[in-house]
T-cell receptor, first 115, second 114 residues
Framework: DQQVKQNSPSLSVQEGRISILNCDYT??????FLWYKKYPAEGPTFLIS?????DKNEDGRFTVFLNKSAKHLSLHIVPSQPGDSAVYFC??????????????FGQGTELSVKP | EPEVTQTPSHQVTQMGQEVILRCVPI?????FYWYRQILGQKVEFLVS????????KSEIFDDQFSVERPDGSNFTLKIRSTKLEDSAMYFC????????????FGDGTRLSIL
């Protein structure tokens, strides 16, 4: 099941610089996209989301961009901090505006922010 | 901040035994989910639950699996006769009933089948 793909298993960034995490999807029925952050021995923590009617959503240091024609989304973290070091998962849902839709996850990208 | 809690954090069970994983979703959430992550693989959907019935289930969720909301706070996943391949992290999640709401996850139960 490759409906959601994160092609970079890891990313290393210097503290203070921008981190850009990428995600591609194949299912054009997806209409809600989310980014989760995961530390070892913890569950995924919700970071930010975007619905398909938007192309950008911003929350503090985190911005998600959606390019529907390219079936691509990205998460920008500016400025990156050492505490941002974690595995980041992209997820998508095709539930329409109905709740309860299952999430399809990417493989994750491990971000390392170096002091 | 309200959170989803899961117990136990680690469960070790002999193959063929029944296991029950427990979850307390966030109190005003009405949709509940189970996901699992086998070591080295993606997080994958098992089942969603709303209004005391299953909304959707994956092909993984066969007759060996069942879910229940036995009271107003708990949500459980039962595996009747465990197999070695059931070894995984099992995550419970919940969400609000309105549209485009994120699912919030617990810290998971690590299930080890011997």
């Amino acid at each position: 099941d490759q409906q959601v793909k994160q092609n970079s298993p890891s990313l290393s960034v210097q503290e203070g610089r921008i981190s850009i995490l990428n995600c591609d999807y194949t299912n054009s029925m997806f209409d809600y996209f989310l980014w989760y952050k995961k530390y070892p021995a913890e569950g995924p923590t919700f970071l930010i989301s975007i619905s398909s009617i938007k192309d950008k959503n911003e929350d503090g240091r985190f911005t998600v961009f959606l390019n529907k024609s390219a079936k691509h989304l990205s998460l920008h973290i500016v400025p990156s901090q050492p505490g941002d070091s974690a595995v980041y998962f992209c997820a998508a849902s095709a539930s329409g505006n109905n709740q309860g839709g299952k999430l399809i996850f990417g493989q994750g990208t491990e971000l390392s922010v170096k002091p | 901040e309200p959170e989803v809690t899961q117990t136990p954090s680690h469960q070790v069970t002999q193959m063929g035994q029944e296991v029950i994983l427990r979850c307390v979703p966030i109190s005003n959430h009405l949709y509940f989910y189970w996901y699992r992550q086998i070591l080295g693989q993606k997080v994958e959907f098992l089942v969603s639950f709303y209004n005391n019935e299953i909304s959707e289930k994956s092909e993984i969720f066969d007759d060996q699996f069942s879910v229940e909301r036995p009271d107003g706070s708990n949500f459980t996943l039962k595996i009747r006769s465990t197999k070695l391949e059931d070894s995984a992290m099992y995550f419970c999640a919940s969400s609000l009933p309105q549209g485009f709401q994120p699912q919030h996850f617990g810290d998971g139960t690590r299930l080890s089948i011997l």
